[in-house]
């Protein structure tokens, strides 16, 4: 059985950062792919951010470029995703996720958390 579980959301103002965490069990960490998406209301899923456990390379889209950071640790099969100069439109429900390939749609990936509630005031 895979379990995936975000932690670390908030409420913050608008410039202040947050970090969220992963921890997935159940199955082989390395060569997966985990991802961070984010979930607006009356929106749809988008991808934040991921990163693939084998090599460590990093993806980000463009909205969160230069403010958000991806990283793991694999001995704790946890990833975290460090958030700065959060914005208001940064509001979402953001899941954590498991692949086998760092897609940037939702589609692909299989396993998910149950999401953590980022909240930004303007």
């Known amino acids: 059985q895979v379990h995936v579980v975000e932690s670390g959301g908030g409420t913050v103002q608008a410039g202040g950062s947050l970090r969220l965490s992963c921890t997935a069990s159940?199955?082989?960490?390395?060569?997966?792919?985990m991802g961070w998406f984010r979930q607006a209301p009356g929106k749809e899923r988008e991808g934040v951010a991921r990163?693939?456990?084998?090599?460590?390379?990093?993806y980000y889209d463009d909205s969160v470029k230069g403010r958000f950071t991806i990283s793991l640790d694999n001995t704790k099969n946890t990833v975290y995703l460090q958030m700065n100069s959060l914005k208001p439109e940064d509001t979402a429900v953001y899941y954590c996720?498991?692949?086998?390939?760092?897609?940037?749609?939702?589609?692909?990936?299989?396993?998910w958390g149950q999401g953590t509630q980022v909240t930004v005031s303007s």
């Open positions: 990163i693939y456990t084998g090599n460590g390379i990093t």
């Open positions: 996720a498991v692949g086998s390939a760092c897609a940037t749609n939702p589609g692909p990936y299989k396993y």
């Open positions: 159940g199955y082989i960490f390395s060569n997966k792919c």
